[in-house]
């Protein structure tokens, strides 16, 4: 479990490092979607909605591209924050896995490796969320994060907690 646990930690850390760059994306085509909204004639709207008579579609189209800057907003310290918890999160990653894999190969010291790569996955995964919680505007992506964070928490432990319980007499014997 720790190896595929860390499989997937270690593509979310590499989608952090890349998250700027697709926000950047995603800025270039919501000014493409904003231009379209400015030049977006108001005539046709009673054709399409007879019923509306306090908003245009125009404005419901710009209220829409409001709400969704201010679900997907993400600000310049997240996204320097995300690029530094990447990078450090695939170290992490790499010694959890290697953790996972020393658990499979009976070596005397498999036990402390596990140890601590749980315990710096737990620490680092705590550390990210506050961090990150930091941020004055909770978006959308921040809010994805802390859950992720607290699942990656919450895994980590119940590894712990099986590993602290179960028979550790095959180690002690190398």
């Known amino acids: 479990m720790m190896i595929f646990f860390g499989c997937i930690s270690l593509a979310l850390d590499f989608r952090s490092i890349y998250t700027p760059a697709m926000f950047e994306m995603h800025e270039n085509l919501r000014g493409v979607m904003t231009q379209e ?13 007879e019923d509306t008579d306090e908003l245009s579609q125009k404005d419901m189209m ?9 679900l997907f ?9 995300l690029v530094r918890f990447g990078f450090s999160g695939l170290f992490v990653s790499i010694i959890y896995i290697l953790g996972g894999v020393f658990l499979l190969i009976v070596k005397s010291f498999s036990i402390k490796l596990v140890y601590t790569s749980i315990g710096l996955s737990i620490l680092f995964n705590f550390i990210e969320a506050i961090v990150l ?7 959308f992506v921040l809010i994805w994060n802390g859950i992720s964070q607290a699942f990656g928490i ?3 432990v119940i590894l712990l907690i099986v590993i ?3 028979s550790k007499e095959a180690y002690r014997m190398n």
Not at 62 to 70: H, P, V
Not at 73 to 81: G, H, M, P, R, V
Not at 133 to 139: E, F, I, T, V
């Open 62 to 70: 710009k209220q829409l591209n409001n709400k969704m800057d201010d």
């Open 73 to 81: 907003y993400i600000s310049d310290f997240t996204k320097t924050w």
């Open 37 to 49: 909204i400015n030049e977006f004639e108001s005539d046709s709207i009673n054709n399409i909605i």
């Open 164 to 166: 602290l319980i179960s």
């Open 154 to 156: 919450l895994i980590d």
């Open 133 to 139: 919680s930091l941020d004055s505007k909770g978006s």
